[in-house]
């Protein structure tokens, strides 16, 4: 790597979008606050609001975060092919885009961490009040404390385009390979997601099986919703903690739906389906919601208070984009800086467990 500065675009958690150089081994950028960006509800887009006269770079900095992609040099396709460029970049499909089908993210608290390393403090149930007579002396208490520590990891990757390709290609080879580095982090995170999930532990059980009806009867044998509930009530009850969200695999998601006494509708007509996940109010149970991803290992439930349970830890986002001279080529280098965690493998000093795991026996 030469010792010559690196241009780099950096997406702070809290919005902030600077660019500007970066010099060799250091960490960020000596640059300029050229804008902010937010998300709208559904967290599908996102805008600049542009707090300098650097429109321009303002601009290719929002179609950078809104399509997942920077700008090559421009090239032959920019000059004379305008329009068949301008439909590849508005059907992202038609360049082989895979499906997103990534949900984990809805189970995580996210807590912006910009320093990459950080603390987070939680304490037991304070129960030690007591009623006392007239002039009588209360005891002193004490709250047990524990913390959390974020010490975010690094997710890297690297896309090289020759400046063959660039010249000779109608569609620059550099918008696919960022599409799908785009899609590989997810898949990743996904992937991180999930191991963290696994981490919070914790079996009070199994539930009977979700089966849909008996032989000569309307309705199941078994009410799952209620016996569900039931867990959740009790879990509630014996540590202070209620479930507020429950990961679920598609699979087992139809099975608990395809029970009679789910949703009160008559055999299976009311059957969720969600093909590729999804999330929604968890049906029967008001005041939970499911989160339904594929990649969650059938007849499990992970079951959690989202405020409490797990976290994500968000750090900045850069993304640096240089000349190799040694090998004629373009190279963009995207950094992802995160930790996803579970709370209670952290905490030894409390008693508290913010999330159990449910089986669903399967005859």
Known sequence: MQNDPHVATTFMPNGAIYAGYHEEHNGYPE????????????????????????????????????????????????????????????????????????WLDELFKVVDVPMHKGRETFYDTTASAEYLDRMERSKSTKTKYDEIKYDLKKLVDKAYTPIEDMITTIINPQNVDVSQIKYGFKWKRNQSALKALKDIGNSQGELAQFSKLTAGNVHSDNKSANELNDKLNAYLKANDVKITHIGISTKTFQEYTQNTWTKRGPLDLEAIRLNGGGVVPMPGIMGVTAVVDVTIPDNTLYCVNKPNALRLGEGAKIIRRFYDEDRDAEAIKFLDFHQYLAVNKQITKLTRKFGMTLTVATS
Not at 49 to 78: H, N, P
């Open 31 to 102: 640059a300029q606050l050229i804008g902010k960006f937010h998300t709208d509800k559904k967290g599908l887009v996102a805008k600049t609001r542009t707090t300098s006269k650097i429109e321009a770079l303002s601009a290719k900095v929002k179609a950078l975060y809104e399509v997942g992609r920077l700008d090559a040099a421009t090239t032959i396709a920019d000059q004379v092919n305008l329009a068949h460029l301008e439909q590849i970049r508005l059907n992202p499909e038609l360049q082989g885009a895979p499906e997103e089908y990534f």
